[in-house]
């Protein structure tokens, strides 16, 4: 059935939705506080760089049914998709988007409606925070309004096949909020839904993250024992992978993206006492950008005023998403103690050049931060020619396959 919706917050995670709601045929309103936002979605325009979802965007029933505001109206549904970023000082989740999203519906809801929760945020904040701000309205939870955290999985760059394809979790404080929520997510997700209550949907998000976090740490770990013992890690790993348990990650340069060095901080502050694991596991992957830039320091101590060009600056391989990414900060530590680097992603507009030869030229080091095909391909197309391009042939690459 079709059904009015307001999703607050368009960006990574709230547009690719809205538009999905939309070409299932709901009316949607995409609120965000960003007036250029707003103002691209009502003119068709889409800031998100990926093909697959500029296809469905342009399709004239998308068209017809997403229109985009910057304040909220009354509707059937209403689903929170606004960022819930770390609060650096304190470690926490910073929640004041989240609440202020809130806020900005409470004029709106009616007897009947659905609020979903798509952000990650620590467990219990949907039963504690969100309830009692709805509550203020003077509707009662599980009564008159209905309550669910349903967290996304997508992966920028494959937007379109995730949001479709994977399974979901959908955690209804009660069961009536499950089922619209369901009703909902069923007309457009393919992969199965999977009903559970609001604090599971809530941690089950955040322990996702964190066993990635946790496992990565563990490889950048193996890596640097690995070093000391003058082996190859990536050939330790395969062998040791040939055991039919044992499943390493790959080690890197460190851990970004909206998600994974975040979130596990979310559990940290719901149970420290039982999170010891996880708060290692975060000092470590945060401190491998730190060694990168000292290796790099050293290869390059005996060149005066060096120049770095710097390869990938996205937080991983094959997407356009830099947010917290530790190909940046590498590149900041290095500039911060004079290094001229330069930066090269195809992926990313303000850094695209017409070839890595041409921005290679003079250069003492290539410092290939991010693997993207894109650039795997074009060294090794044209290895001799960037090497000559170079007043320096050093190519520093980390961890390949
Ligand atoms: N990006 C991902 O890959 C990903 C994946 C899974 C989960 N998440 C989670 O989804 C949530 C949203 O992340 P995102 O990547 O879409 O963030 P984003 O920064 O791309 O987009 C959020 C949007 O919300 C808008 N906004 C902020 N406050 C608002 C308000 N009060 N009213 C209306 N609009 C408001 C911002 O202007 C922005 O456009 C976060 O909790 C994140 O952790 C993100």
Redesign the pocket.
Known sequence: MARKIVV????????PLAIMLARSGHQVIG????EN?VDAINQGVLYLAEEKIRQIFAEPRVRKNLHAQKTPCEADAFII????PLDEQKRIADLS?VV??VE?ILPYLRRGNLVVI????PPLTLRGLVRSMVEKTALKAGKDIFLCHC??????GDVFDEIVNNDRIIGGMDSRASEMAKEIYGSFVKGKLYITDDVTAEFC?LMENTYRDVNIALANEFAAVAEGLGVDIMEAIGLANRHPRVDILKPGIGTG???IP??PWFIKEIDPVNSRLIHAARFINDEVPGKIATKVRRALKDIRNPKIVALGITYKPDTY?V?NSPALKIIDLLREDGYAVKAYDPWVKKYQYPSIEEIAKKADCLLVLVEHKLIKEELARNKTEIEQAMRHPIIMRFYQD
């Open positions: 607050i917050g368009t960006g990574y995670v709230g547009l609120v965000d506080i960003e936002i998709s606004v960022p819930t988007q202020s999203g900005s798509e952000s990650t945020v967290p996304e999985r997508i992966l920028p998000k993206g909206h998600c975040i979130d998403d947010r």
